[in-house]
């Protein structure tokens, strides 16, 4: 069964930092993509963050280039999500994705995504 747990959520000041990770179980991340998404109630759920596993590239979305890392811990089956600079537009609940198709493209739209976490929720106040 396949499980993604996110983890590292959390308030913090503008200007601050934290680290999201999200922990695959049930499959290896070999030849997937896995993203970040996020969502704020009422709004459409919109695309942060994207590792392909089959390359390495990555894909940011503009509103978080330059502030937003997304990597890869192969040994742990984990992808992280550091997240710097964080200004109160980033509040949202964050989750972590990947298809069941392999080799999908990052920067897709949220309904490519077939397994998905529960969510962390991440408040950016002061």
């Known amino acids: 069964q396949v499980q993604l747990v996110e983890s590292g959520g959390g308030k913090v000041q503008p200007g601050g930092s934290l680290r999201l990770s999200c922990a695959v179980s049930g499959f290896t991340l070999d030849y997937y993509a896995i993203a970040w998404f996020r969502q704020v109630p009422g709004k459409e759920r919109e695309g942060v963050s994207c590792f392909n596993t089959y390359d390495g590239s990555t894909y940011y979305a503009d509103s978080v280039k330059g502030r937003f890392t997304i990597s890869r811990d192969k040994a742990k089956n984990t992808v992280y999500l550091q997240m710097d600079s964080l200004k109160p537009e980033d509040t949202a609940v964050y989750y972590c994705?990947?298809?069941?198709?392999?080799?999908?493209?990052?920067?897709?739209?949220?309904?490519?995504?077939?397994?998905w976490g529960q969510g962390t929720q991440v408040t950016v106040s002061s």
């Open positions: 994705a990947t298809p069941h198709v392999m080799l999908l493209p990052c920067g897709g739209p949220d309904y490519d995504y077939d397994y």
